[in-house]
């Protein structure tokens, strides 16, 4: 049974660099089947996909266009983890980030949601 | 702007038959699965309908879903109070190589 568990601040001043990571139990993030997504939800964009990492072979990582310029997704192998880096953060950014599994073509396993509000 | 289009809400008396649709182009549904997701308020997002028209272990078979073309619908039967909640659809997105969603429909029971 997969779990994912994510931790991180619920408040970000703007400008500065919104930080967030996703345990994974009862799956591996270098899995050959898997993808390891980041999205967000919130009233004015509804849901947003941001981007995902994933292994075949070797590592891979893809961005939403909306915000490519500022985002880093990256596996922890040695923590059985995925983390977003999300730069330059502004009051657009506030939301709720949830990590999510892809496998088998659907998003079948999320994280718990983080809420996180950018304001000085 | 959600690149899925649902009407923004549905509503139903207990026990009717209700249906949501999602709209997307040839980029998304017309070359790939529908999903659909049930948001309860204040919850996660939770799978409710994979691959067009598959229920994951639990999800009762009053929800079903269909897709034609460029189009999908979940339908839900024997609507009870507990089904409100808005629900979302979702496909990979073959031209933005990721995925999408609608904006989501809020489901009243009367």
């Known amino acids: 049974h997969v779990q994912l568990q994510q931790s991180g601040p619920g408040l970000v001043k703007p400008s500065q660099t919104l930080s967030l990571t996703c345990v994974i139990s009862?799956?591996?993030?270098?899995?050959?089947?898997?993808?390891w997504n980041w999205i967000r939800q919130s009233p004015s964009r509804g849901l947003e996909w941001l981007g995902r990492?994933?292994?075949?072979?070797?590592?891979?990582?893809a961005y939403a266009v909306s915000v490519k310029s500022r985002i880093t997704i990256n596996p922890d192998t040695s923590k059985n983890q995925f983390s977003l880096q999300l730069n330059s953060v502004t009051p657009e950014d506030t939301a709720v980030y949830y990590c999510?599994?892809?496998?088998?073509?659907?998003?079948?396993?999320w994280g718990q949601g983080t809420p996180v509000t950018v304001s000085s | 702007q959600s690149v899925l289009t649902q009407p923004p809400s549905a509503s139903g008396t207990p026990g009717q038959r209700v249906t949501i649709s999602c709209s997307g182009s040839s980029s998304n549904i017309g070359s790939d699965y529908v999903h659909w997701f049930q948001q309860l308020p204040g919850l996660v997002p939770k799978l409710l309908i994979y691959r067009n028209n598959q229920r994951p272990s639990g999800v009762p078979d009053r929800f079903s879903g269909s897709k034609s073309g460029t189009s999908a619908s979940l339908a839900i039967s024997g609507l009870r109070s507990e089904d409100e909640a808005d629900y979302y659809c979702?496909?990979?997105?073959?031209?933005?190589?990721?995925?999408?969603f609608g904006g989501g429909t809020k489901l009243t029971v009367l």
């Open positions: 999510a599994r892809g496998s088998d073509g659907y998003l079948g396993y």
């Open positions: 979702s496909a990979w997105d073959n031209s933005l190589s990721g995925w999408v």
């Open positions: 009862g799956d591996s993030v270098s899995s050959n089947s898997a993808a």
């Open positions: 990492t994933y292994y075949r072979s070797k590592w891979f990582r």
